[in-house]
């Protein structure tokens, strides 16, 4: 059973940064494309950064310049780094392959920005 579980979230003011952590179970991690992905209260489920295999990015307009994504993938891990958070980066964060499978998601981590 794929297991994607999130680590690295909690409280921080704005400016500040954080760094999250994704470990996997799958065997064939290394073959795809992997995502961060957040839902903030009363909001969907949005993209943030996406890597594939080979470590080409993509980020959503809202977090480019500030987030960057990476991969290990000797280590199954998948990590977000995350500079100058301001409070609209408030939501709950998760990992899941992308395209997103239903019964991949995890229990994600809580990122709060304020100060």
């Known amino acids: 059973q794929v297991q994607f579980v999130e680590s690295g979230g909690g409280l921080v003011q704005p400016g500040g940064s954080l760094r999250l952590s994704c470990a996997a179970s799958?065997?064939?991690?290394?073959?795809?494309?992997m995502g961060w992905y957040r839902q903030a209260p009363g909001k969907e489920r949005e993209l943030v950064a996406s890597?594939?295999?080979?470590?080409?990015?993509n980020y959503a307009d809202s977090v480019k310049g500030r987030f960057t994504i990476s991969r290990d993938n000797a280590k199954k891990a998948v990590y977000l780094q995350m500079n100058s958070l301001n409070p609209e980066d408030t939501a709950v964060y998760y990992c899941n392959q992308m395209p997103a499978v239903r019964g991949y998601w995890g229990q994600g981590t809580q990122v709060t920005v304020s100060s």
């Open positions: 890597i594939t295999g080979g470590r080409s990015q």
């Open positions: 799958r065997s064939i991690f290394n073959l795809v494309v």
